[in-house]
């Protein structure tokens, strides 16, 4: 139930940048060309609906391309291209990495040094036979699971929103590891997002100060950090779970692990500095964060510094990626062919919209490109068809809308909603990665044609939900000179937005089926206004 320009249509105006020259690189008739196989790779993420918007950079020595495919607002339409902001969640380790690495080279710290040295007395961090190392954090080798157990998620893709430094601390004093530090690889969120906030408290800065003072500014990267510029707001992404806006990430104790926002043109400027190609102020720290510190337990897959170090038949490569809820990134570089790559999507992974096999081959040829399935064309009044909400004889319910010219799926039991893509004009299929494989939906109706049941289809059980009611709907009236705005149907709240000019939306209030209405008071009743509602997450 949103209002907004048809993401078909969005979808099918192509919008495709190319620039050949970038700040301090000279491009050359041997600067990098984007394969034939990649461009209608990435086309067709967008054009079937996987992914809203997906910009792609090369560099190499002789200069470097950028593409822009898609949206950086669905609703809005307005093209991506290397300048638009993208959240780049886990490619923040490698900047928490080089602030290690920089900190090393100043004679600060030692990558041996005990994490238990940064921290007040009233902190103990768990140990085994030794202590916890900087090292160890950066190269998820300390025995700190991926995430702490006393998380306090404010919705289901917000799980650090308020996860605070009391509360951080409170987990380190209460932990105990079960192996070792140095025993064992696990990949540790926490341990890095630790790094980063032991580094900032020895510095006295916070985190995003420090990573500007010693990073971002001396390399140039005036486009990246953890708040977009206010001058930067017309080139800030939306992100998508599918056709589902997502919320921006936050993780406010835990900063150095995902909380970085960048483009495509300053990753590149990035990659040209660890690369060699700019004379860079920081090149002693970025070349050692290159160095194999040490194995994953993974074959062809070792640790650098922040980096993954993996061995590509084409040789070894350096890479990370990165995955908000609302947000996919990879970053790469092969150093012996001294090239390095970029990928940012404002689209959350799913089977089709990860960039992880874009990222590779452009590294190496040999890795294969996924295959990409074309959703089956299923009219809209089809999919209206089956919006509204179904009961299982258990009483669990799901409540179906329609966003974007695609079905949405809400389970109100667990608060989490995902996109279903059709395969028919009866089965749909949900390809979120929390879903796991085979997850379905097929419809049913009965000899009038009218939809009475929905069979769900997970981990290989069936449920059989009947239809029980109509979708959520918003119904606008006048009363006394007032534009007055209802829902009717659902099961959920819903945050209702207005705009004059299907650009600029702002907040009037919240809305259930059994609540009073809301009034507009934002316009006069003269000016054309629209509305939309968007579930509370």
């Known amino acids: 139930m949103t ?33 034939a196989d990649v461009d209608q790779a990435l086309r067709a993420r967008v054009e079937y ?17 950028v593409r822009g495919y898609g949206f950086r607002d669905a609703d809005a339409g307005d093209a991506v291209d290397g300048q638009t902001l993208f959240e780049i969640g886990s490619i923040t380790k490698i900047f928490t990495a080089t602030l290690l690495s920089d900190a090393v080279v100043r004679g600060e710290v030692e990558l041996d040094d005990p994490v238990q040295r940064f921290l007040p007395e009233s902190v103990h961090v768990p140990s085994g036979n030794t202590d916890i190392t900087l090292r160890q954090l950066a190269i998820h ?12 998620s404010e919705g289901i893709r917000q799980p650090f929103s308020c996860y605070d430094v009391e509360r951080l601390y409170a987990f380190l004093n209460g932990f105990t590891l079960t192996r070792d530090p140095g025993a064992a690889w696990e990949y540790s969120n926490l341990g890095v997002g630790l790094l980063g906030h032991v580094l900032a408290r020895r510095s006295g800065r916070d985190y995003e100060a420090l990573l500007r003072e010693r990073v971002l500014d001396p390399l140039g990267l005036h486009s990246t950090g953890e708040v977009p510029p206010s001058e930067a707001a017309d080139r800030v992404a939306t992100g998508y779970s599918g056709a589902v806006q997502a919320p921006p990430f936050r993780m406010p104790a835990l900063e150095g ?68 809820p609302g947000f996919t990134a990879f970053l790469g570089m092969h150093p012996t062919r001294r090239l390095g790559v970029a990928v940012l999507s404002n689209s959350r992974f799913n089977t089709f919209a990860g960039l992880g096999d874009v990222g590779f081959h452009l590294l190496d040829s040999s890795y294969p490109l996924r295959s990409i399935t074309r959703p089956a064309a299923v009219p809209a009044t089809t999919l209206c068809a089956y919006t509204g909400w179904y009961r299982s004889a258990a009483g669990d319910v799901f409540e179906l809308g329609c966003e974007r010219d695609r079905l949405v799926l809400y389970h109100v039991r667990s608060d989490f909603e995902f996109t279903l893509y059709p395969q028919s ?27 009475t049941r929905m069979d769900w289809t997970q981990s290989g059980q069936t449920v059989a939900y009947e239809r029980a009611g109509d979708a959520a709907r918003l119904e606008l009236t006048h009363q006394n000179g007032q534009r007055v705005v209802s829902l009717r149907g659902g099961q959920a709240r819903f945050d209702v937005e207005a705009s004059s000019d299907l650009r600029r939306w702002e907040a009037i209030g919240s809305l ?26």
Request: hydrophobic share 40%.
């Open 49 to 65: 609906g996987y992914n809203v918007g997906i910009v792609v950079g090369m560099v190499n020595p002789d200069g470097r391309i």
């Open 141 to 152: 080798r300390s025995g700190l699971p991926s995430l702490p157990d006393n998380l306090c």
């Open 3 to 35: 209002g907004g320009r048809s993401f078909r249509r969005a979808r099918m105006a192509w919008a495709m940048v190319e620039l050949l020259l970038g700040a301090g690189l000279q491009a050359v008739a041997e600067a990098p060309a984007l394969p």
């Open 425 to 451: 004009t009866t089965r749909f299929t949900g390809l979120d990665i929390e879903l796991g494989t085979g997850a379905a939906a097929l419809f049913r109706t009965n000899n009038l044609g009218r939809v």
């Open 512 to 537: 259930t089926s059994n609540s009073e209405p809301l009034v507009d008071s934002g316009a006069s009743s003269s000016e054309s206004r629209f509305f939309r509602a968007r579930r509370q997450r």
């Open 257 to 324: 692990a995902g909380v970085l926002r960048s483009t495509v043109d300053d990753l590149l400027i990035f990659l040209s500095h660890h690369l060699g190609i700019l004379d860079s102020p920081l090149g002693p720290a970025l070349r050692a964060t290159h160095n194999r510190q040490g194995s994953t337990g993974q074959s062809g897959v070792d640790m650098g510094l922040g980096w993954l170090r993996i061995d590509l038949p084409g040789g070894t490569v350096l890479q990370h990626d990165g995955e908000t």
